[in-house]
């Protein structure tokens, strides 16, 4: 567990090198969400000189999604533990299942279960997550136009091959989300060999059915017991290391976690888990929000060194 937690702090690292800073530390109070164009080949690119690569949104420019909650209020959930404890995504991956490297990779760090938790939350389904269908609706390249010099690291081109064997995170990831949605794995399934079509079900009395198209992810960091509160009242379920935070009663943040048997379980945990975390929440993005540019000689004092300092 413990190299899966620092794999996912190393995973969170990308998205911030990209972004910018228009107020302190990035993503303490705002979300930062890459902003990259799709091209015709199926690839994201970023043109770095004229729109920067990331945008910023305040997390309070959000307002709560149901009236009357407050971060002040004693106890608030975004889903009950009884409606998430009998949802889909308790159901352990099949050995078929994990045969996919990558499907097994998002299960094990809890990416897996927040989709379906958050599928729950906003379309109100109960679907275990078709990872597969991700792969394939996933960029096969990234690539920076116009990088100040001497940012060839920073700005690095890549491109994937989207199979089993993707190696890349959820940065990019997440792209095939706001650009195809999330659907169950019942229409396709989580296995080696991933259909070359994902457009519809591979048994085609099934529905074919998206959730979450145009959510984006919005991370975070260094956040406050009062920052992931302001987080659930507007955006629902959030996102953190190994974590899928639900709500809170009193001193104890609610969670759906492995425990050490690898387990997954609804727990209640005391809120100083949380102090000083990073994470996302999946939200979609308002027609008109700030976009930010890299201040380069703050990234390592501002991004790296915190984030490495409190968790390794």
């Given at each position: 567990?413990?190299?899966?937690?620092?794999?996912?702090?190393?995973?969170?690292?990308?998205?911030?090198?990209?972004?910018?800073?228009?107020?302190?530390?990035?993503?303490?109070?705002?979300?930062?969400?890459?902003?990259?164009?799709?091209?015709?080949?199926?690839?994201?690119?970023?043109?770095?000189?004229?729109?920067?690569?990331?945008?910023d949104f305040e997390i309070t420019d959000a307002n709560p999604f149901?009236?009357?909650?407050?971060?002040?209020?004693?106890?608030?959930y975004a889903l009950t533990k009884e409606q998430v404890a009998d949802?889909?995504?308790f159901i352990p991956l099949t050995q078929n299942e994990k045969s996919?490297?990558?499907?097994?990779?998002?299960?094990?760090?809890?990416?897996?279960?927040?989709?379906?938790?958050?599928?729950?939350?906003?379309?109100?389904?109960?679907?275990?997550?078709?990872?597969?269908?991700?792969?394939?609706?996933?960029?096969?390249?990234?690539?920076?136009?116009?990088?100040?010099?001497?940012?060839?690291?920073?700005?690095?081109?890549?491109?994937?091959?989207?199979?089993?064997?993707?190696?890349?995170?959820?940065?990019?990831?997440?792209?095939?989300?706001?650009?195809?949605?999330?659907?169950?794995?019942?229409?396709?399934?989580?296995?080696?060999?991933?259909?070359?079509?994902?457009?519809?079900?591979?048994?085609?009395?099934?529905?074919?059915?998206?959730?979450?198209?145009?959510?984006?992810?919005?991370?975070?960091?260094?956040?406050?017991?009062?920052?992931?509160?302001?987080?659930?009242?507007?955006?629902?379920?959030?996102?953190?290391?190994?974590?899928?935070?639900?709500?809170?009663?009193?001193?104890?943040?609610?969670?759906?976690?492995?425990?050490?048997?690898?387990?997954?379980?609804?727990?209640?945990?005391?809120?100083?888990?949380?102090?000083?975390?990073?994470?996302?929440?999946?939200?979609?993005?308002?027609?008109?929000?700030?976009?930010?540019?890299?201040?380069?000689?703050?990234?390592?004092?501002?991004?790296?060194?915190?984030?490495?300092?409190?968790?390794?």
């Amino acid at each position: 567990m413990i190299q899966q937690n620092r794999q996912a702090i190393y995973n969170l690292v990308p998205v911030f090198i990209l972004a910018a800073l228009l107020r302190g530390l990035p993503g303490i109070s705002s979300l930062v969400y890459l902003n990259g164009v799709w091209n015709d080949a199926g690839g994201i690119e970023f043109d770095v000189s004229a729109k920067g690569v990331a945008g910023d949104f305040e997390i309070t420019d959000a307002n709560p999604f149901k009236d009357g909650i407050s971060v002040k209020d004693q106890s608030f959930y975004a889903l009950t533990k009884e409606q998430v404890a009998d949802l889909s995504i308790f159901i352990p991956l099949t050995q078929n299942e994990k045969s996919c490297n990558y499907v097994l990779d998002q299960y094990e760090r809890n990416i897996y279960s927040a989709l379906g938790i958050i599928a729950k939350f906003v379309a109100n389904v109960d679907i275990a997550p078709s990872i597969t269908h991700l792969i394939k609706n996933s960029p096969n390249s990234v690539k920076f136009h116009n990088r100040p010099l001497g940012t060839s690291d920073l700005y690095k081109d890549e491109e994937f091959t989207l199979d089993c064997s993707l190696i890349t995170n959820f940065t990019y990831l997440n792209q095939a989300i706001k650009k195809e949605g999330v659907v169950s794995s019942k229409c396709i399934p989580n296995v080696v060999n991933i259909p070359e079509n994902v457009s519809k079900c591979v048994d085609e009395t099934i529905e074919y059915k998206t959730y979450l198209k145009n959510f984006t992810e919005g991370r975070f960091i260094a956040a406050t017991e009062n920052t992931l509160r302001e987080l659930l009242i507007r955006f629902g379920p959030v996102y953190v290391t190994d974590s899928v935070v639900i709500g809170w009663e009193g001193d104890n943040f609610t969670v759906v976690k492995f425990n050490d048997d690898q387990v997954l379980e609804v727990v209640d945990e005391p809120k100083s888990r949380f102090v000083l975390n990073v994470g996302w929440v999946l939200f979609e993005v308002p027609d008109a929000v700030a976009v930010v540019k890299i201040a380069l000689k703050l990234i390592l004092t501002a991004v790296i060194l915190p984030i490495f300092a409190l968790f390794i």
